[in-house]
């Protein structure tokens, strides 16, 4: 099975006005979405933000947990809180894993939107089959800007939801990213 990274790029990402933004690092996404990559084998999860307050604030509660007194209160949260490297851009991410890999990943982007080109099941094969890394990006705030789009192999069908039609007349799917990347790693690597 291919190794397999995720990073959470706060940007560039859209606001909801579609202005191009870079979002807060949040506490609840460095703990809980570091808990689904431990549960789920992943090897490194990247946060991503190009501000050096945001990564210092990220850094000062990893830190915290990889703490000697921290790491015996709750040795699992450390575990998890080992797989965060906090990068200032998505190309430090990658090249962070060709080093260790010796090849470039294969960059899988998730959206809400109708964009994918490959479905859960077609992924989950390729991964499965491969001895080449994988990297699944993950947005914040309204989305990935077609930017970092253009740098993507692939593009992961969104998580079907069944909700009805919103305001302007797309079904609405608009999960927090913590719940997606939780959703999106079951479906890609569990049993």
Same mark, same amino acid.
């Given at each position: 099975?291919?190794?397999?990274?995720?990073?959470? =790029?706060?940007?560039?990402?859209?606001?909801? %006005?579609?202005?191009?933004?870079? &979002?807060?690092? &949040? !506490?609840f996404?460095?703990?809980? +979405?570091?808990?689904?990559?431990?549960?789920?084998?992943?090897?490194?999860y990247?946060?991503?933000?190009?501000?050096?307050?945001?990564?210092?604030?990220?850094?000062?509660?990893?830190?915290?947990?990889?703490?000697?007194a921290?790491?015996?209160f709750?040795?699992? #949260?450390?575990?998890?809180?080992?797989?965060?490297?906090?990068?200032?851009?998505?190309?430090?991410a990658?090249?962070? +894993?060709?080093?260790?890999?010796? *090849?470039?990943?294969?960059?899988?982007i998730?959206?809400?939107?109708?964009?994918? &080109?490959?479905?859960?099941?077609?992924? *989950?094969?390729?991964?499965? %089959?491969?001895?080449?890394?994988?990297? +699944?990006?993950? !947005?914040?705030?309204?989305?990935?800007?077609?930017?970092?789009?253009?740098?993507?192999?692939?593009?992961?069908?969104?998580?079907?939801?069944?909700?009805?039609? !919103?305001?302007?007349?797309?079904?609405?799917?608009? =999960?927090?990213? #913590?719940?997606? &990347?939780?959703?999106?790693?079951? %479906?890609?690597?569990?049993?």
């Amino acid at each position: 099975m291919a190794n397999v990274y995720i990073a959470l =790029l706060h940007s560039p990402v859209y606001n909801k %006005r579609k202005d191009v933004v870079t &979002t807060s690092i &949040t !506490g609840f996404d460095l703990h809980d +979405i570091a808990r689904s990559a431990a549960t789920f084998g992943l090897k490194k999860y990247f946060v991503v933000n190009p501000l050096p307050a945001q990564r210092e604030f990220a850094s000062r509660i990893v830190n915290f947990w990889l703490d000697p007194a921290s790491l015996e209160f709750n040795w699992t #949260r450390a575990e998890a809180f080992k797989l965060i490297s906090i990068k200032e851009s998505l190309a430090e991410a990658i090249a962070e +894993i060709k080093a260790e890999e010796g *090849k470039r990943p294969t960059v899988i982007i998730t959206s809400a939107k109708p964009k994918g &080109t490959i479905t859960f099941k077609k992924l *989950k094969e390729k991964i499965s %089959r491969s001895k080449s890394p994988y990297l +699944i990006l993950f !947005g914040t705030g309204w989305g990935l800007v077609e930017e970092v789009f253009a740098q993507a192999d692939l593009v992961l069908e969104p998580i079907p939801g069944r909700a009805g039609l !919103g305001r302007d007349g797309e079904r609405y799917n608009h =999960l927090s990213v #913590r719940s997606a &990347t939780a959703i999106i790693l079951d %479906r890609l690597l569990s049993k």
